[in-house]
């Protein structure tokens, strides 16, 4: 079946620092790939996503690319806030799975200090 | 726009009583509706997905007679949990579709005591 691993946090950083998230992916179709972010306390805000290889998401200076080479979806932002601190799923999407279900990665927990 | 609201946000109620969760998109109609679980510190797990006007499809392992799912209209869903337990006590998330990408609500914290 379809599964997403993404890199265990937590991830501390300091402000203004490079954040890297990998995500990568298996599926038996060809999927959607997403990237969903959770503030405490809260449901899950879609951050960005990508529909096709080579396909750039990207949205509050976060960026994501779609690899179908190295199955991968890894999250990129290159100066990050404290405002940037939440928990961040990566997911897919099978358009032929019924109900166009969405399968999650165990998400990755950021922290970033002043 | 693709507003899901949830209610309530907090819920608290004794063991055995049934607790209803509501979830509506505000600004848009959701035919696919869907309810996710939530342990600490872990990630989402679905538990069933519904249609509007009828049953819902659950995922293995999920009690259909213990999580009742009813999407009624193309904007409200609700999700009963029938006699809670302290084991039911978690975090449960709802979100809908209109043919685009999910929109979540905010979620839903039950304890139960």
């Known amino acids: 079946g379809d599964s997403v691993t993404q890199m265990e946090g937590p991830v501390t950083l300091s402000e203004e620092a490079f954040l890297t998230i990998n995500c990568t992916y298996t599926?038996?179709?060809?999927?959607?790939l997403f990237w969903y972010v959770q503030y405490p306390g809260e449901g899950l805000q879609l951050l960005l996503k990508a529909t096709k290889a080579d396909d750039k998401g990207s949205n509050k200076g976060f960026e994501a690319t779609y690899r179908k080479e190295t199955t991968s979806f890894h999250l990129e932002k290159g100066s990050v806030q404290v405002s940037d601190s939440a928990v961040y799923f990566c997911a897919l999407s099978d358009a032929k799975a019924a109900g166009n279900k969405l399968t999650f990665g165990g998400g990755t927990r950021v922290l970033v200090k002043p | 726009g693709a507003v899901v609201s949830q209610h309530p946000s907090w819920v608290i109620c004794k063991s055995g009583t049934s607790v209803k969760i509501e979830c509506r998109s505000l600004d848009f109609q959701a035919t696919t509706m869907f309810w996710y679980r939530q342990f600490p510190k872990q990630s989402l797990m679905l538990m069933a997905t519904s249609n509007e006007g009828s049953k819902a499809t659950y995922e293995q392992g999920v009690e259909k007679d213990k999580f009742l799912i009813n999407h009624a209209s193309l904007t409200l869903s609700t999700l009963t949990v029938t006699s809670a337990h302290p084991e039911d006590s978690s975090f449960y998330i709802c979100?809908?579709?209109?043919?685009?990408?999910?929109?979540f609500g905010d979620g839903t914290r039950l304890s139960i005591l």
């Open positions: 599926a038996t179709g060809y999927p959607s």
């Open positions: 979100s809908a579709r209109g043919g685009g990408p999910q929109h």
